[in-house]
RNA sequence: GGCUGAGUGGCAGAGUGGUUAUGCAGCGGCCUGCAAAGCCGUGUACAGCGGUUCGAUUCCGCUCUCAGCCUCCA
């Protein structure tokens, strides 16, 4: 069997995957800051590390999979100052929220999810060993800096050069750092906000510090796989490596993964732009399922453009799926088929779902020839079908009850009134009236309703 | 200005130094009372210009276009 390689930001290649402990990955994904509804670029980060993690396990990998929350930042303490509540409260609930969403998505929860809040202690003890080994000070404003100059390979996973940026770009050069670049390891407090006491009074802790005590806390001071979107490349990743290198003098993480962007009409879907969809949002009209699908139908380092169109598409290919199976008892197949071969090799380069996914479709159309002359190779082929559908999370429901389900809110005929319009038809057709009986079919189809004769037997899918 | 990444058939989206991606849509056929689903067949795609090569969409260079990062962001 091929071995599986992953890209590494880190060296900007594929190389072959080394666990530290054999037979052992310990992964961490930087998950959501908690003031708001998870958005489909959130989805992606959520479905792709799910995958990643589901198929290291496929593989028989023993996985830990810590994902954290921000619960503490800017943002949040300004949201719940405009809605007049405790900023616990508006964590709490979006924390609620965000594990609907996950929910939805078929995505199984982590092993871990830490908080930045319930980790105030190592936070500062980090800060602290920063500081006595030089790579930190306390500015003027009572603020704690880390110094980017005092750590050599600060750029290495970004591919940047100090001397390369410019300062100012975008924000106005704090005064209180000593290098611009410098960036902020413990905030004081500013009256009315929440705060933790420290050796530097009160305040709460930084962006980037929080996650590299976190991760360290979970999986050790050097770990195999740390992911998260494309835009943390820099500067929070970048900054985890410095603060964490420099705290522990080890090297932190050996792979870095880092997933693209979801887009729409060819521009980043971010929060700052306004042009993003919640997950919630989406769900109106499709499945989650679809959704994941989606999300896995192209590579996860490429840009993902969202539109109806792609979520169309996503329906369609999951129909084909689901009525392959249908109908179907699965074997256990007890050797490797070619598919599963051709699984494997395609999830082994880099977790290259949509490569994958073809493989599925071939299996699919192989199960529908071989259903009537060889029922008991098509039991097998659709086991095969369900071990490659089941480290992408797909093809997880019963197929006519994912076909027959709605796909929205909308109001739509209930499945006892198909099916007593069904028992009509089916008496139209044993009388040859077959003028009703179409006229039964069309109208179940204006109500999105598809009618199959199959012999003697109708079935039926919702549109 | 610095640094990434990308440009594939009607659409989406993989991949490869010479041979079918896959899905959707289209066209023809089989099946069907008719459909639907399914099956079979069907498309001289690889941004442009040079170079390397017996041969390049695939390697190299340049050009053009697009996207992302350069202390909010998944």
Request: charged share 30%.
């Amino acid at each position: 069997m091929s071995q599986l390689k992953i890209f590494n930001t880190l060296h900007r290649e594929k190389q072959p995957f080394v666990p530290i402990e054999e037979g052992k990955v310990g992964l961490y994904v930087c998950g959501m800051t908690v003031y708001d509804y998870c958005h489909i670029g959130h989805a992606r980060v959520m479905v792709v590390f799910d995958v990643v993690a589901r198929y290291f396990k496929y593989l028989g990998y023993e996985v830990k999979y810590v994902r954290n929350i921000t619960d503490i930042d800017d943002k949040i303490i300004a949201r719940a100052a405009e809605a007049g509540e405790d900023f616990t409260d508006l964590t709490k609930r979006f924390i609620d929220e965000m594990h609907q969403d996950e929910a939805s998505l078929n995505v199984l929860h982590p092993n871990e999810e830490p908080l930045a809040t319930n980790s105030i202690d190592s936070i500062i003890s980090m800060i602290e060993t920063l500081i006595d080994k030089g790579n930190a000070y306390a500015g003027p404003n009572g603020d704690v800096y880390y110094s980017v100059e005092s750590f050599d390979n600060y750029g290495q996973l970004s591919g940047r050069k100090l001397d390369d940026m410019n300062a100012g770009e975008r924000v106005e050069v704090d005064e209180n750092k000593r290098n611009p670049f410098d960036f902020v390891l413990w905030k004081s407090a500013k009256p009315g906000e929440p705060f933790w006491p420290s050796p530097w009074g009160n305040g709460r802790p930084g962006w980037h510090i929080e996650c590299s005590a976190m991760a360290t806390c979970c999986l050790g001071n050097h770990f195999d796989i740390h992911g998260g979107g494309m835009d943390l490349q820099f500067p929070h990743h970048e900054n985890e490596i410095a603060q964490s290198e420099a705290a522990t003098g080890e090297t932190f993480v050996n792979t870095w993964m880092h997933n693209g962007f979801v887009r729409i009409d060819d521009e980043k879907m971010s929060k700052s732009l306004g042009n993003f969809f919640t997950v919630r949002e989406v769900l109106k009209k499709y499945r989650g399922e679809e959704i994941r699908f989606f999300v896995l139908s192209s590579h996860y380092r490429s840009p993902l453009n969202y539109s109806d169109e792609s979520l169309n598409e996503a329906r369609s290919a999951l129909e084909r799926l689901y009525t392959a199976l249908r109908g179907v008892t699965p074997i256990a197949n007890e050797v490797k088929s070619d598919y599963v071969e051709r699984f494997e090799a395609a999830m082994n380069d880099d977790f290259n779902s949509a490569k994958a996914i073809s493989v599925l479709f071939e299996c699919a159309n192989e199960i529908n020839k071989l259903k009537a002359d060889n029922p008991e190779l098509a039991a097998k082929t659709t086991s095969d079908l369900l071990v490659m559908a089941e480290p992408l999370g797909l093809l997880y429901q019963n197929p006519d009850e994912f076909l027959q389900s709605t796909t929205g809110s909308d109001e739509a005929i209930s499945n006892d009134d198909i099916k007593a319009k069904i028992s009509l038809r089916l008496e139209a057709k044993a009388d040859r009236n077959w003028g009703l009986a179409d006229q039964i079919r069309d109208e179940l189809k204006e109500q999105g309703v598809i009618v199959e004769d199959k012999g003697q037997e109708t079935t039926w899918r919702r549109e």
